[in-house]
């Protein structure tokens, strides 16, 4: 089993990947960091930036408000979150979010970190001052159908954001 490395990494050293998806992730611990035991990224995103809902089979996921505010489903409850909420989706729970301030600012924390290969298929590398790139929900389906960790459950559960 593979364990755990020290890691002291400025914000600059972090690798940024524009998540087709929406947003940009900062990877600031990868599973091969974590000894495969969790997955920690900074997504920053726009309003109405929404995700369709979805599921993480073997994965728990908590989602750490820095700025801004998102409106979640997990299962069958739904509230709006702003800074300093979090949010707990146990795996296998259905959930989706939508982003309903100009700017939202999240921690995503994933553990086991067995969900990484998907988000790194369905991404691509961006520089400090990168570019933005085009929302690309069928790239991520795709991603999510040959590496698993996520599985789309259908559109976005939400009428209005």
């Known amino acids: 089993m593979p ?6 990494r400025t914000e600059n050293e972090a690798e ?17 960091d974590s000894g495969g035991a969790f997955i920690l990224f900074e997504d920053v995103m726009t309003r109405d930036k929404m ?14 408000v820095l700025e801004g ?16 909420g979090v949010t707990l989706a146990p795996r296998g729970t259905p959930h ?11 921690l995503t924390w ?17 520089g400090v001052d990168g570019e933005h790139g085009d929302v690309d929900f069928a790239r991520v389906r795709a991603s999510a159908a040959e590496h698993g960790g996520t599985e789309i459950l259908g559109p976005p559960p939400f009428i209005s954001a």
């Open 69 to 84: 505010e998102i409106r979640i489903r997990i299962g069958d409850s739904e509230r709006v979150v702003g800074r300093g």
């Open 16 to 32: 940024r990947r524009w998540f087709f998806g929406g947003g940009v992730h900062t990877w600031l611990v990868g599973a091969q």
């Open 96 to 106: 989706a979010f939508v982003v309903t301030s100009d700017v939202a600012r999240v």
């Open 110 to 126: 994933q553990s086991p970190g067995t969900a990484e290969h998907f988000y790194r298929a369905a991404s691509e590398a961006i």
């Open 3 to 8: 364990t755990a490395v020290p890691i002291i």
């Open 51 to 64: 995700t369709p809902l979805h599921c993480h089979p073997d994965v728990d996921e908590t989602v750490y």
